[in-house]
């Protein structure tokens, strides 16, 4: 008798944003963490010189997003919902100046 194996299932996705100032102009080397909401685990990506930022595997599971930029202020948002096998475009996430 044979067994054959299973399709392999993708067990994770992909998150993806773009960092803009206030002038919708791109934030360069901006640090994005995301954060396990599940595990504590913390994946870190910095900004393209397009401002563009991916997290390319992440498992599904619930997140926050923290970024950061000198002279701007720090960026959170809580509570990102991933799937298995989803791309989620975050979109463009506009950093205020710091005070």
Request: hydrophobic share 45%; charged share 15%.
């Amino acid at each position: 008798m044979f067994i054959l194996p299973a399709l392999a299932q993708k067990l994770s996705g992909e998150n993806k944003g773009e960092v803009v100032d206030p002038g919708n102009s791109a934030v360069v080397n901006a640090t994005v963490t995301l954060i396990s909401r599940g595990t504590g685990l913390a994946l870190k990506a910095t900004t393209n010189t397009g401002g563009m930022f991916v997290f390319p595997s992440v498992a599904a599971g619930a997140y926050d997003l923290d970024v950061q930029s000198a002279g701007f202020r720090t960026y959170v948002r809580s509570g990102i919902a991933l799937t298995s096998s989803e791309i989620r475009d975050l979109g463009a996430w506009h950093l205020a100046p710091a005070l």
